[in-house]
């Protein structure tokens, strides 16, 4: 009966969302709201029953069938419910309708309410209708099966349990920016009152993006055994994409927030940014790639799925179009000012973008064109990854990054660029300095030392522009600063680390493979390990391989111990490695195989990834920034009076209105 | 005295020796980074433990040990596997459209907001006050 309920209740939430669309694009308010609430209601029931029938194992539902077993632990027969292409859907549907209920019940009234919750009922229309007759998690099966076939075990793992829901947050976010983009379009407002209520979202949809992604990474860098954590996958670049440029357009808000500039542009990406988030979608769920990613195949799906990012894409291109022009130009600006340095930050990230858009379409391309018989088979195989990203990536963040202090410090409309350059020496002697060290330590690379170069810049960059903010008040006024700028700044500091730890990362990490029997030593870097031989542990729902590896650096010795494991359900394995953290860095520790001609003797990968926490702890700060910047607005949301507000006119005038004052305080 | 031996005796060599001369060692390296192991899926040679993968990271450590340049050893596997082994797009014909379009594009960029920013420059402008320290809204 539950699973039947919860069908019930996906086709509720259908309906409602049919009226909230309706009724928001018509004028009917409440009646809007309410049914928007009520949509989310219905989706998150619905998606509470699947949940029960996977927690339950009810395995006359396909899907539960499918997916679950008797034997897995409790955390994962949850997260079951969406690991899976249909069950991920649902939880897609429950979070776009969440969108749509929290902006009715939080959203100042007005014509961008009403019509947002109009767009936003539209697409959430778009996906149960996708949902209901294309891939309903709720089919039942006539001769249940005694178990289920069991969750892929690479996926039972905390990290990337945890992975779709926020990956989700943040693409479907996007589509709440694009309801707010349309409705701003249709009324002819794209305006600093448009962009000062739609930045929070943008900031929130990016920040949940943010760790999406770097839950993805992490689990890659532990679970796959081999230590990396970007390999420049299509499904990998997929969610790169739509961050790339919701990083643009939480920069390009602040512009149109503050100076009433840039505003077609910006609208322009609110669209985009929703519609690379669909094209992710789609070559996630279509299984057009094959990849490690890919697990759901389908191309009756994919098409379906492509058809809707082309109406949706289509569609807000052409209102863009029609309405754009109508715009009104933002006031004037300097090359060398704030605006003129956001413009390249814009101008980076989204080539940025573009470039991961081409590279991952066009093998994709190149191979259909060539099933097609249009090029040869020849032309038809081509693979882009690593070096081309690295390549043309590396000058773009270089530049971005290059530009971030300046951007920071300059005054809008107008900057001297002299007093500027001169106020950030020290960032550039630090900067040049410590390139240099790491260049000396680590080889020489070119890479390394510009990875350094550019990071370590940017952090003393916004360390100089907390110091110059606190001014003469000292420390008691550099912590009172205001939320926006601390939000500003740690992001800031998130992407420097990032930088930093991404390219020693890469440019210093060092892997061997021994094979070694018991009581054999293996060294490496300092450090030396004995392999004790291995025992075999039973799991939950699996068995292991353990091995008993004793590793002795400085002196100290501790027992590590990376498994094998094997479940049999499903008939795979999975490598848990063994991770020593030490202040520099991770000693990582994998089991391999047997030797087939020497018994007891076993492949042990022994990797040293320096400062990979500061990878992941960088992306961490920088979803903090963007979350911290989002509660300054809800902060300060509640004094504002809603008439004055909605009625402001755009800043074309020489002196900023009063409200608006604290002009560098975003990020 | 005894106790060094030993533990000399146990020490085990990694399976696939590095090549000595670290340059050459690195080099190597990332050569395995661009080469596609063929067995795998979406893998590069320098992870899997496929054997065509020792197989190809052994050809790659022997061909630059024996002064191969990088585009000799891309060149060889391209010539066996096809330029699907690459992860490396060639550079030429409309490969350089693909390296180049988005150096293009920034350029392009550029000269568009230059010119815009030309365009409707005004006589002179002032720096809005800077109230940086307020409260932001």
Same mark, same amino acid.
């Given at each position: ?56 194992l ?8 499918a997916h679950s077993h008797s034997q897995k632990p409790l955390l994962y027969r949850i997260a079951g419910?969406?690991g899976n +292409?249909?069950?991920?859907? @649902? ?49 039942? *099966?006539?001769?249940?099966?005694f178990d289920g076939a069991g969750l892929n075990p690479l996926l039972q793992d905390p990290a990337v349990a945890l992975h779709p ?49 770097a839950l993805g990474a992490i689990w890659a860098y532990y679970e796959l055994g081999w230590g990396g954590w970007w390999f420049?996958d299509?499904v990998e670049?997929?969610?790169? /994409? ?8 939480? +920069? ?9 500039? /840039? ?27 094959t990849s490690v990613h890919a697990f ?19 569609? %807000? ?24 340095? @956001? ?23 190149? *191979? ?18 690593e070096?081309?990203? +690295? ?72 360390? *100089? ?26 992001? +800031? ?8 730890g991404?390219?020693v990362e890469t440019a210093a990490r060092t892997e061997q493979t021994f094979p070694l029997g018991p009581g054999q030593i293996a060294e490496m870097n300092g450090w030396q390990f004995e392999f004790q031989g291995v025992k075999m542990v039973d799991g939950p729902n699996y068995v292991a391989t353990r091995a008993d590896i004793l590793a002795t650096h400085d002196g100290r010795t501790e027992l590590l111990q990376p498994e094998q494991r094997s479940y049999p359900v499903s008939a795979m394995g999975t490598t848990e490695v063994a991770i020593r953290k030490t202040p520099t860095g991770d000693v990582y520790v994998a089991l391999g195989d047997q030797l087939r001609d020497q018994a007891g003797v076993w492949r042990i990968r022994i990797a040293h990834h320096p400062l990979i926490d500061w990878v992941f702890g960088?992306?961490?700060?920088? %979803? ?5 910047? @989002? ?37 | 005295m005894i106790a060094p031996l030993i533990a000399l005796l146990l020490q085990a060599q990694p399976l696939e020796q590095p090549l000595p001369?670290p340059?050459?060692e690195a080099?190597a390296q990332s050569l395995m980074r661009?080469l596609r192991c063929m067995v795998c899926e979406n893998e590069p040679v320098s992870q899997s433990t496929a054997d065509m993968a020792v197989d190809a990271r052994r050809m790659i450590r022997k ?7 990088? $585009? ?27 390296? $180049? ?12 907001? $230059? ?20 409260? $932001?809204?």
């Amino acid at each position: 009966m539950i699973a039947e309920l919860g069908h019930l209740l996906a086709f509720l939430a259908l309906g409602a969302a049919i009226g909230q669309s309706f009724f928001g694009l018509t004028g009917g308010s409440e009646t809007s709201r309410r049914l928007a609430v009520a949509a989310a209601m219905f989706a998150a029931l619905s998606m509470l029953t699947l949940i029960i029938c996977f927690v339950r194992l009810d395995f006359s539902v396909e899907l539960v069938a499918a997916h679950s077993h008797s034997q897995k632990p409790l955390l994962y027969r949850i997260a079951g419910a969406w690991g899976n +292409h249909e069950g991920s859907m @649902l939880l897609w549907c429950v979070i776009m309708a969440g969108y749509g209920a929290v902006a009715a019940l939080t959203m100042r009234e007005g014509k961008l309410r009403d019509r947002a919750l109009g767009v936003q009922g539209l697409l959430t229309v778009g996906s149960f209708v996708y949902l209901l007759f294309v891939s309903s998690p709720f089919t039942r *099966q006539l001769d249940p099966p005694f178990d289920g076939a069991g969750l892929n075990p690479l996926l039972q793992d905390p990290a990337v349990a945890l992975h779709p829901p926020f990956l989700y947050l943040g693409y479907v976010g996007m589509s709440f920016v694009f309801s707010l983009a349309a409705a701003g379009l249709i009324n002819g407002e794209i305006d600093r009152d448009w962009a000062r209520r739609t930045r929070p979202w943008a900031l929130g949809a990016w920040s949940f993006l943010t760790i999406g992604i770097a839950l993805g990474a992490i689990w890659a860098y532990y679970e796959l055994g081999w230590g990396g954590w970007w390999f420049w996958d299509p499904v990998e670049n997929a969610s790169f /994409m739509p961050w790339l440029v919701a990083a643009a357009l939480v +920069h390009s808000l602040i512009v149109t927030e503050k100076r009433g500039g /840039m505003a077609s542009w910006t609208v322009f990406l609110a669209v985009v940014a929703f519609c690379l988030s669909l094209l992710g979608t789609f070559l996630v769920r279509s299984g057009v790639l094959t990849s490690v990613h890919a697990f759901a195949t389908d191309p009756a799906r994919g098409t379906i799925l492509l058809i809707g990012l082309g109406l949706t894409g289509g569609a %807000a291109l052409g209102l863009f179009a029609w309405r754009a022009p109508t715009l009104k130009p933002g006031p004037e600006f300097d090359p060398v000012s704030r605006e003129g340095a @956001l413009v390249l930050n814009n101008l980076f990230l989204s080539v940025s973008a573009a470039l991961v858009l081409v590279g991952t379409v066009t093998p994709m391309v190149l *191979q259909w064109l060539g099933e097609l018989k249009l090029i040869s088979p020849e032309a038809a195989s081509m693979s882009i990854g690593e070096p081309y990203f +690295h390549m043309t990536l590396a000058p773009m963040v270089a530049f971005l990054l290059l530009f971030m202090p300046f951007a920071q410090a300059a005054p809008w409309r107008k900057a001297e660029l002299t007093p500027l350059v001169k106020w950030l020496i020290p960032s550039i002697i630090v900067a040049v300095v410590a390139a240099i060290a790491a260049m000396a330590m680590g080889g020489w690379g070119i890479f390394l030392g510009y990875g350094v170069l550019v990071g370590v810049w940017v952090i003393v960059g916004v360390g *100089q522009d907390l110091w110059r903010r606190a001014g003469a008040g000292g420390f008691s006024r550099l912590i009172r600063l205001p939320l926006t700028v601390w939000g500003m700044a740690i992001a +800031h500091i998130g992407i420097g680390l990032f930088v930093i730890g991404a390219t020693v990362e890469t440019a210093a990490r060092t892997e061997q493979t021994f094979p070694l029997g018991p009581g054999q030593i293996a060294e490496m870097n300092g450090w030396q390990f004995e392999f004790q031989g291995v025992k075999m542990v039973d799991g939950p729902n699996y068995v292991a391989t353990r091995a008993d590896i004793l590793a002795t650096h400085d002196g100290r010795t501790e027992l590590l111990q990376p498994e094998q494991r094997s479940y049999p359900v499903s008939a795979m394995g999975t490598t848990e490695v063994a991770i020593r953290k030490t202040p520099t860095g991770d000693v990582y520790v994998a089991l391999g195989d047997q030797l087939r001609d020497q018994a007891g003797v076993w492949r042990i990968r022994i990797a040293h990834h320096p400062l990979i926490d500061w990878v992941f702890g960088g992306a961490g700060l920088i %979803a903090l920034g963007g979350f911290m910047s @989002l509660a300054a607005r809800l902060r300060r949301r509640a004094p504002a009076p809603a008439g004055t507000a909605a009625s402001e006119k755009p800043a074309s005038s020489d002196k900023p209105a009063t409200p608006e004052a604290g002009v560098g305080a975003s990020a | 005295m005894i106790a060094p031996l030993i533990a000399l005796l146990l020490q085990a060599q990694p399976l696939e020796q590095p090549l000595p001369d670290p340059v050459q060692e690195a080099r190597a390296q990332s050569l395995m980074r661009e080469l596609r192991c063929m067995v795998c899926e979406n893998e590069p040679v320098s992870q899997s433990t496929a054997d065509m993968a020792v197989d190809a990271r052994r050809m790659i450590r022997k061909q630059v040990a024996e002064g191969a340049t990088d $585009g000799q050893v891309r060149d060889f596997f391209v010539s066996r596997y096809g330029q699907y082994v690459a992860f490396r797009p060639p550079m030429d014909g409309w490969g350089m459209l693909l390296w $180049g379009f988005p150096f293009v594009l920034v350029l392009g960029g550029l000269v568009w907001i $230059g010119l815009r920013l030309v365009r409707n420059r005004p006589k002179a402008l002032d720096p809005v006050p800077d109230d940086r320290n307020a409260e $932001g809204d």
